[in-house]
């Protein structure tokens, strides 16, 4: 299983970015179903920290300090979510990675497979100058 992060870059306070997370299965796997996804960022000297989180019914969690910003969701296509980033503040500049808790594909041919893995994209970065 692979995740692969885009949509970072500069912007400055004020703007808005949306970031997307493609999953993807090798060996020509069809992904049916993913599991909680989440996005996380860590910023220069911090720690990694959850910054939203979608099961896979819909319900969502947010940190705080982003709730009413930032708003995850599920993209049509069953293996993409999406960080919409509005009102951007400097302390928002970090890299955000891609996460998935577990899901489900079928290889070619049919054969399912569930996972319960986590897997982590390699980050995009976004930088909000002031």
């Known amino acids: 299983v692979q995740l692969v992060e885009s949509g970072g870059g500069l912007v400055q306070a004020g703007g808005s970015l949306r970031l997307s997370c493609v999953v993807s299965?090798?060996?020509?796997?069809?992904?049916?179903?993913?599991?909680?996804m989440a996005w996380y960022r860590q910023a220069p000297g911090k720690q990694r920290e959850l910054v939203a989180s979608i099961t896979d019914v819909g319900s969502t969690k947010y940190l705080d300090s982003v709730k009413g910003r930032f708003t995850i969701s599920r993209g049509n296509a069953k293996n993409t979510v999406y960080l919409q980033m509005n009102s951007l503040v400097p302390e928002d500049t970090a890299v955000y990675y891609c996460n998935n808790k577990g899901g489900s594909y079928y290889l070619p041919g049919g054969t399912p497979v569930v996972y319960g893995t986590e897997y982590w994209g390699k980050g995009t970065l976004v930088t909000v100058s002031s």
């Open positions: 299965v090798s060996a020509s796997g069809n992904i049916f179903r993913l599991d909680t």
